[in-house]
């Protein structure tokens, strides 16, 4: 049972362009949906993080938009350079522990 | 700051053959995690420690996995007998253990495993 679906599964976009990828939930009790970017050969590193009772956050390029009536919330990257090529996981936390469930990540490809 | 460090980062053994990783967390980390990542999918939870003790194993298959850590630094993962299923990135991760919400973890960069 996936319980963050994350889509697409993979992405390629142009230099400056937004790419946008989306995740799902269903379990109410998720209380941090952080994003993490993984270069090949490397673990995930924490890129940005958002709380269930704020509608957005940004740091630098990129932004958190969650919707949590929806249950959805998604990564927008502005103005992407290769550099940002790379997979993409969205996760949730548990309220009350420390595990996160990962989604199945998005292969970014940002073309110059 | 020295980051999670992890061992083998490679490593190719045939099935039913036993594999042991290797990791040490960053120094203070009260919290260890062990995470399976199978080619294109998300990291998966197979078990956590906070100190010596297990937090949460329900997802390692107990009958084939097994993991320590015996003075609550590093830590040991074990497969025996290796299943060809079991190819996979094997991560490990450490935090604080603050209780905070928005405590943050830090991945190694994995043992790769690929059982023939």
């Known amino acids: 049972q996936q319980q963050v679906k994350q889509s697409p599964q993979s992405l390629i976009v142009q230099k400056g362009g937004i790419p946008i990828i989306n995740c799902a939930y269903e379990?109410?009790?998720?209380?941090?949906f952080p994003w993490y970017q993984q270069f090949p050969g490397k673990g995930p590193a924490l890129l940005i993080a958002?709380?269930?009772?704020?509608s957005e956050k940004k740091e630098g390029r990129f932004t958190i938009s969650f919707n949590k009536s929806a249950k959805q919330f998604s990564l927008h990257i502005m103005d992407s350079q290769p550099g940002d090529s790379a997979t993409y996981f969205c996760?949730?936390?548990?309220?009350?522990?420390?595990?996160?469930?990962f989604g199945q990540g998005t292969r970014l490809t940002i073309n110059p | 700051e020295a980051g999670v460090a992890q061992s083998p980062r490679y490593k190719i053994i045939e099935k039913r053959q036993s594999v042991a990783f290797w990791c040490n967390p960053i120094?203070?980390?009260?919290?260890l995690y062990w995470y399976q990542q199978i080619l294109g999918q998300g990291p998966k939870l197979l078990i956590q420690?906070?100190?010596?003790?297990?937090?949460?194993d329900s997802q390692l298959p107990k009958d084939r996995f097994s993991a320590e850590r015996l003075k609550g630094v590093d830590s040991t993962l074990k497969i025996q007998p290796a299943k060809l299923e079991d190819s996979a990135v094997y991560l490990c991760?450490?935090?604080?253990?603050?209780?905070?919400?928005?405590?943050?973890?830090?991945f190694g960069s994995g043992t790769q495993l690929s059982v023939l």
């Open positions: 991760a450490s935090s604080k253990s603050s209780g905070a919400t928005n405590e943050k973890l830090f």
């Open positions: 379990n109410t009790a998720f209380d941090y």
């Open positions: 958002i709380r269930p009772d704020v």
């Open positions: 996760a949730a936390k548990y309220q009350g522990a420390q595990k996160l469930v």
């Open positions: 120094s203070g980390h009260a919290t």
């Open positions: 420690f906070q100190n010596n003790g297990v937090v949460d």
